[in-house]
């Protein structure tokens, strides 16, 4: 054996004797550490399920869509919510709340009404026996930049001042849009529901917000930044809401616009109180039930 390779033999047997052993008990160390660190997973205090969906029309009344809308209702209920939670302001409680009693003892008729909040919350609620329905919406000003704000005058700052830039994506947004709405076309409306609650839908609708209103006014008005900075304003007031009315033990089921869904579970999952229960895995589960 020449010389290099005794030496390289003798190497190789030193950090097999002496690193080796070290480097196990420094990683075993901090596995220690790792595992030891305090949480606040004791704190939980609720379990909630957000459940996205589109804002209803007239069509939601005919009676294939009633039949779907029943199993949806009937799937919701497996979650056996304690609280039923709509996408209204909580100024609105005691007038949503006096219809709510009225329905209860068949005064107040939704068969004609295409609001969401009646058509699922409403029947839901009542079908849970629950003697009130919560409200959480909040819409915060525009404000700043946003000031006066609408979609067409941001379209056309966007256009005068950021054109290239804030719009590089915009092609494929329009596609996959138009693509997956051609798509959920197809769908009754219970397998609408549960591909829209699902979190491949949840990320398409992150990215697609990320992909367009951030590019807007960087370093200028900062108008786009802006916006979505207020979405998530109006959504952290939303999960505050829900925060204030939730007590130990509470199963809550929120019924919201799909596209607060995404901003809604990660809030959620990021406070303490909560456990988030995935309301897309939850109607896979039941749909064939």
């Known amino acids: 054996m020449n010389t290099t390779r005794k030496i390289t033999l003798f190497c190789f047997i030193w950090?097999?004797?002496?690193?080796?052993?070290?480097?196990?008990?420094?990683?075993?160390?901090?596995?220690?550490?790792?595992n030891q660190l305090k949480t606040y997973e004791h704190l939980t205090l609720a379990k909630v399920m957000?459940?996205?969906?589109?804002?209803?029309?007239?069509?939601?009344?005919?009676?294939?869509?009633?039949?779907?809308?029943?199993?949806?209702?009937?799937?919701?209920?497996?979650?056996?919510?304690?609280?039923?939670?709509?996408?209204?302001?909580?100024?609105?409680?005691?007038?949503?709340?006096?219809e709510y009693q009225k329905y209860l003892k068949g005064k107040f008729s939704i068969d004609q009404k295409t609001n969401e909040v009646y058509q699922i919350g409403f029947r839901l609620a009542k079908k849970m026996k629950h003697d009130m329905i919560w409200l959480f919406d909040n819409r915060p000003a525009f404000i700043g930049s946003l000031e006066g704000f609408t979609f067409e005058k941001f379209l056309k700052f966007a256009d005068k001042n950021d054109k290239g830039f804030y719009d590089k994506?915009?092609?494929?947004?329009?596609?996959?849009?138009?693509?997956?709405?051609?798509?959920?076309?197809?769908?009754?409306?219970?397998?609408?529901?549960?591909?829209?609650?699902?979190?491949?839908?949840?990320?398409?609708?992150a990215q697609r917000m990320h992909a367009?209103?951030?590019?807007?006014?960087?370093?200028?008005?900062?108008?786009?930044?802006?916006?979505?900075?207020?979405?998530?304003?109006?959504?952290?007031?939303?999960?505050?809401?829900?925060?204030?009315?939730?007590?130990?033990?509470?199963?809550?089921?929120i019924?919201?616009?799909?596209?607060?869904?995404?901003?809604?579970?990660?809030?959620?999952k990021n406070a303490p109180d909560f456990e988030v229960v995935p309301s897309g895995e939850h109607l896979l589960k039941y749909r064939k039930k």
Not at 66 to 75: E, G, K, W
Not at 184 to 193: A, C, P, S, T
């Open 255 to 268: 019924i919201v616009g799909d596209n607060h869904k995404w901003v809604l579970d990660r809030l959620f």
């Open 15 to 34: 950090l097999s004797i002496y690193v080796t052993p070290v480097w196990a008990q420094v990683t075993d160390d901090f596995q220690k550490q790792l």
């Open 169 to 205: 994506h915009l092609k494929t947004i329009t596609e996959v849009w138009n693509y997956n709405k051609a798509l959920m076309k197809k769908l009754n409306l219970y397998d609408y529901f549960a591909l829209i609650n699902s979190s491949k839908m949840s990320k398409i609708n």
């Open 50 to 98: 957000v459940v996205g969906t589109n804002h209803f029309k007239k069509e939601v009344l005919n009676p294939q869509k009633q039949s779907d809308l029943q199993r949806l209702i009937t799937a919701l209920a497996q979650f056996k919510p304690t609280k039923v939670v709509v996408e209204w302001n909580p100024k609105k409680l005691k007038q949503t709340n006096e």
């Open 212 to 253: 367009f209103e951030t590019r807007v006014g960087i370093q200028n008005t900062w108008m786009g930044p802006d916006w979505l900075g207020r979405w998530y304003q109006r959504n952290v007031r939303m999960m505050s809401n829900v925060l204030k009315m939730a007590k130990k033990g509470d199963r809550i089921l």
